[in-house]
């Protein structure tokens, strides 16, 4: 005999669920009635699918001592559970299409009323646009379906079933289901209805779907529009005179779409029963010459892949939260989004074609826990789950398919290959002929329309982009993407600048999609934010989760602003020499009169004249030599320098006027180096030595003081707390640096002293620097000379035995005991490294030493400022021969070593200042390539200086 209950068997039926009404095209308002049923429901949750019997669905129901969570929300952040994250493990065993029994089920339940002004005529509808991950609903007692599919649409018919006052919608969501094995995505596991749920009225002949074909021809500059209708009506344009019936095409005059220029027009539909709002936008997408083209033109996509994540809501974004976003990538100088891995909240769609960018839309789909049994029992590869996979790509599709901004359907993501994907990539192209099919995983192209990669390196890049890759014919006819590249975890990502550099030289190369958009921490009270195992997940990923260009909080990271820089749409170039810069249109579509240019000279850092550059309208692709100004008055015997700047000429609807969207720096006069004549010599004291303005211990040589500020424990210094892309990911065969210099000690090395010597002009000290357990080592000899006022370190590095690994770092450490303000020329304003500067402007800049810290939801390296050639703090002036790179933090490296999160960071009375003649590079080896070979730091002989005087 079976005791297993039949009333829950949804949950595991691979069916995409039942009930629902025929996926349509989403709109965001109408002049028809529409209540939301957002705000505050009644939530009990349950251990177990089924703990609790339905009658809470029935009218009458008392939930009075029910919890009360938030709509638009997920439970686990409302106080009830805790989330999950894993990046590709399923938290369940792999056991398709059955879930745990442990399966905590949240039932809602709302009850409302119909405004008064509710129509009593025509039908109704309630559209649930988000549930994870899958839910069955009762409308005053009747049960009207259960569905499958979490970021995706579904409605019900309820019209008959309404009455006005008092009506009691149920909602029974599981947080795992069939559905479960299909949305496996690297983000955190969040039950609950975390979109809007609406009520809209339906009068009789309202718009059911259509669908608004809006082509542009580039060469006789005309655009023809057609719109589908289920229900005939009429379709308007005033801007463009258009008044036809639904179902016929005209062709008119129009300015296309495209994401550097999104020219709108405002439309609308009317049936009998409704009239529905339209923005058209007029473009036209082929697959021409082995490339990508919009309205006659290759574009090249400065993409981000985007999940959705708001620190205390989770999934549940609202629409100031996602404009937020699009704003920020904007003013970031990205073109596209790929949706990574689910079609978004519709209304960011809506944003992305006002403010124009390319969409990669996403379905709701990914299998990649069944790599684990090498793809075994993978539902793609199984007709039974077929009709679930072709139920999502229809919904994907016919909800988003009159947005102009979307280029691409993109089947899902990780989710291996099989029949499922092939059926859903014919029903697609099917549905749909005017965009491309993308995915990932169809390495030779059989149901896709480019070929697309993820973490491709740069070598393998450019023999791609050279054509010689190999692959089917068909593969090597397409253009290439990197669907996601230069993994943002942590400190980095490195190496940006040297892709951009590929994308723009091989025509095949149409750009990327850095991962990825934001961290996805969590808002913790103990630990500022949390990721995977803060919440005592049996498996989770750590924090993989926060691998994003923006923070929880959504201020950028130095990688997003580095981002801006390489992709920016105007090169500008400059001869400081003979006063001419190059101006270069990068961008696709635009040229260059929404652009102001200015032009700016600085002496030792300093802007000392500025003005305006007069600049034509280049159109894209076209460059121009314009002549600077003549340099102010003489400054001889001093470092000079232009920058020149592109800003926005007046305000847009995504930056204000004098937004800065690109800029270059050339030298005119280079930086004359500091010198000291050794005229002082080394006098030993009781205990001490004195040499100019500095005391040293007598038996060490150790520094103790400059000018009467005490300096502590100065000694070379080659560790770095490991970024996450120095500690590289455990699958990964490539060789992974972080965890080699552990393995070396080179964050515990031992300091030997060999000599101090006192000659007549300088004080040399004679140390052998290496790890224990380890026969090689770095033979460094400190040598002190002084003028009297100033005191000159020359330090000399000769590595000793095999060296195999490059350095995290060489220069020198030391302990300041009061410092908090600090001043520099050099790099700035914010942070950079070897292969991640290219954003790091030459000037003056002040901060606070708190100022200079980037934090990173998990603490490491982070805050070095580069091509400093001077700076103050804590009463001391450092000047660099040759220019260095400048850290300050109230901790030290191995403190930041030890930390887990930021909490862990306690300011202590010492500042630990770093001034480093080398770094190696970032790379983004967290899930993509470690740095290239040019960004090493190698263990080789080095000699660098440092002038330290009082500060001014």
């Known amino acids: 005999m079976s005791f297993r209950t039949t009333a829950v068997d949804y949950v595991e039926d691979v069916s995409p669920g039942s009930g629902a009404l025929p996926p349509r095209a989403w709109y965001a308002a109408s002049d028809a009635k529409a209540l939301s049923l957002n705000g505050s429901w009644r939530l009990r949750v349950s251990a177990t699918i089924d703990a609790e019997d339905d009658s809470f669905a029935e009218e009458g129901y008392d939930a ?245 994540w708001h620190p205390e809501k989770g999934r549940a974004l609202d629409l100031e939260t996602m404009r937020e976003d699009v704003l920020l990538m904007k003013r970031h100088n990205l073109n596209a989004v790929r949706t990574s891995h689910y079609p978004p909240h519709p209304a960011f769609l809506d944003l992305c074609d006002e403010y124009g960018l390319w969409v ?153 999609f850095i991962w990825e958009w934001i961290d996805h921490g969590i808002t913790h009270p103990e630990l500022g934010y949390a990721y995977g195992g803060d919440f005592g997940e049996e498996l989770h990923d750590g924090n993989f989760v926060c691998d994003g260009l923006i923070f929880p909080d959504r201020t950028p990271s130095p990688g997003l602003v580095e981002y801006k820089k390489v992709i920016e749409p105007v090169r500008i170039e400059g001869d400081g020499a003979d006063g001419t810069v190059r101006v270069t249109n990068k961008y696709d579509f635009a040229d260059l009169s929404a652009l102001a240019f200015e032009w700016s000279y600085q002496v030792e850092g300093e802007t ?135 393995a070396l000690g080179l964050h515990r090395m031992q300091h030997r002293l060999d000599a101090v010597e006192l000659s007549d002009d300088a004080l040399t000290v004679r140390t052998r620097v290496s790890p224990a357990a380890r026969e090689v080592g770095l033979a460094t000899v400190y040598r002190w000379t002084s003028d009297g006022d100033r005191l000159k370190l020359t330090v000399s590095v000769a590595p000793e035995g095999d060296w195999t690994v490059p350095l995290p770092r060489l220069g020198i450490r030391f302990g300041l005991a009061e410092a908090d303000a600090v001043r520099w020329f050099g790099g700035g304003p914010g942070e950079a490294y070897p292969d991640s500067r290219l954003a790091s402007t030459v000037g003056r800049w002040q901060s606070t030493v708190d100022g200079l810290q980037t934090p990173y939801v998990r603490p490491q390296e982070n805050g070095a400022r580069a091509d400093v050639r001077w700076a103050e703090i804590g009463g001391l002036r450092i000047e660099g021969d040759p220019e260095f790179w400048f850290t300050a933090r109230r901790w030290t490296t191995e403190q930041l070593d030890a930390a887990t999160h930021l909490t862990d960071l306690t300011p202590g009375e010492t500042v630990w200042v770093n001034l480093d003649h080398g770094q190696h590079g970032l790379g983004s080896q967290s899930c993509g390539p470690g740095p290239l070979p040019q960004y090493h730091l190698k263990a080789e002989p080095a000699q660098f200086s440092f002038v330290f005087s009082t500060a001014r």
Not at 190 to 209: E, Q
């Open 64 to 308: 009075g001592d029910w919890a009360e969570v938030q709509v638009p929300g997920h439970w686990v952040l409302q106080g009830h559970g805790s989330p999950i994250y894993t990046n590709h493990l399923y938290p369940f065993p792999v056991d398709p299409p059955h879930v745990p029994t442990e399966n905590p089920t949240g039932d809602h339940l709302r009850v409302f009323d119909l405004p008064e002004a509710w129509p009593a005529d025509g039908g109704a509808v309630v559209r649930f646009d988000g549930v994870e991950s899958c839910a069955r609903v009762w409308l005053n007692g009747t049960d009207i379906g259960e569905f499958k599919g979490s970021r995706l649409p579904h409605e019900f018919a309820v019209g008959h079933l309404l009455k006005p006052k008092g009506n009691v919608l149920a909602v029974r969501v599981h947080q795992w289901s069939a559905g479960s094995y299909l949305e496996d995505q690297d983000q955190w596991w969040l039950p609950g209805i975390f979109r809007d749920v609406t009520l809209l009225h339906r009068p009789a002949g309202s718009v059911l779907d259509f669908f608004v074909h809006a082509g542009y021809d580039h060469v006789t500059g005309e655009g023809t529009l057609r719109v589908d209708s289920d229900v005939d009506g009429r379709v308007t344009v005033p801007a463009l005179d258009i008044d036809v019936a639904t179902g016929e095409s005209v062709t008119v005059a129009v300015e296309p779409w495209n994401a550097e220029t999104p020219r709108l027009y405002d439309g609308e539909l009317v049936t009998e029963g409704e009239r529905v709002p339209l923005r058209i936008g007029f473009r036209t997408i082929v697959l021409e010459d082995g490339l990508l083209k919009v309205n006659g033109k290759a574009i090249l996509f400065k993409g981000v892949n985007r999940h959705e």
């Open 360 to 512: 990669i839309d996403e379905c709701d789909l990914e299998t990649h826990g069944f790599t684990e049994q090498d793809w075994r029992d993978n539902p793609v590869d199984d007709d039974r789950w077929t009709p679930a996979l072709l139920d999502r790509a229809a919904r994907m599709v016919e909800r988003d398919k009159n947005h102009p901004s979307i280029v691409f359907w993109s089947l899902g993501n990780e989710a291996g290959t099989g029949r499922g994907l092939t059926a859903m990539a014919e029903w697609i192209h099917g549905r749909d002929s005017s965009r491309l099919v993308h995915y990932e995983g169809d390495w030779n192209c059989r149901d896709t329309d480019v070929y697309s990669r993820m973490y491709a390196n740069h070598a393998e890049v450019e023999q791609i982009g050279k054509e010689l890759d190999g692959g089917t014919h068909k593969r090597r006819e397409l253009p290439f993407i990197q669907c996601e590249y230069a993994h943002a975890m942590g400190n980095g990502p490195g190496g940006l600048a040297d892709y951009q550099e590929l994308f723009e030289k091989h025509d095949r190369l149409q750009g990327g």
């Open 608 to 742: 000392v004249e500025s003005g305006s550059l007069s600049v034509p309208a280049l159109k894209p692709g076209e460059t121009a030599d314009v002549k600077l100004p003549e340099p102010p008055a003489d400054h001889r015997g001093a470092e000079t320098q232009w920058t020149v700047r592109a800003l926005l000429a007046q305000d847009t609807s995504w930056g204000p006027a004098g937004h800065v969207v690109a800029w270059g720096q050339f030298p005119v006069a280079a930086r004359p180096l500091p010198s000291v004549a050794p005229t002082e010599g080394p006098v030993r004291g009781e205990g001490q030595i004195t040499l100019g303005p500095a005391a040293f211990d007598a038996r060490t040589g150790a520094l103790r003081s400059v000018g009467g500020v005490p300096v502590e424990g100065m000694r070379l210094d080659v560790w770095r707390a490991t970024t996450d892309n120095d500690d590289g990911a455990e699958w990964q065969t490539d060789t992974r640096y972080g965890v080699l210099w552990r």
